[in-house]
């Protein structure tokens, strides 16, 4: 099993930055061997994709609507991924989910019937 933890969401002005967290554990857990993703969600919409990361961290991929703003890292050595979010808008405002799925190849994953494990998500507003 797998527990993933975001942190780091909060309120912020539009064009401010927040950099989110997501801690990954688990008994046999090893942030080496999964593919990790960032998705959001805001009220009334499905839940989308917004970044993701391979499993070394050599591979990353973003939505169109993030590109140039956002930016997703990852140190395997302590199991946390994270996002780096610049510019933000307020069509930012969002509850955003970290994901992780265990991956064997080089890849990264953008679909959320990819993923296995999520976090319980971190709040982030973006005021006008």
């Known amino acids: 099993q797998v527990q993933l933890v975001e942190s780091g969401g909060g309120l912020v002005q539009a064009g401010g930055s927040l950099r989110l967290s997501c801690a990954a554990s688990g008994r046999t857990f090893s942030s080496y061997n999964y593919a990790m993703g960032w998705f959001r969600q805001a009220p009334g919409k499905d839940r989308e994709f917004v970044a993701t990361i391979s499993r070394s961290g050599s591979l990353t991929h973003y939505a169109d609507f993030v590109k140039g703003r956002f930016t997703v890292s990852r140190d395997n050595a302590e199991n946390t991924v994270y996002l780096q979010m610049n510019f933000l808008k307020p069509e930012d405002t969002a509850v955003y989910y970290c994901?992780?799925?265990?991956?064997?190849?080089?890849?990264?994953?953008?679909?959320?019937?990819?993923?296995?494990?999520w976090g319980q998500g971190t709040q982030v507003t973006v005021s006008s």
């Open positions: 994901a992780a799925d265990r991956d064997y190849g080089l890849g990264y994953k953008t679909y959320v019937y990819e993923y296995n494990y």
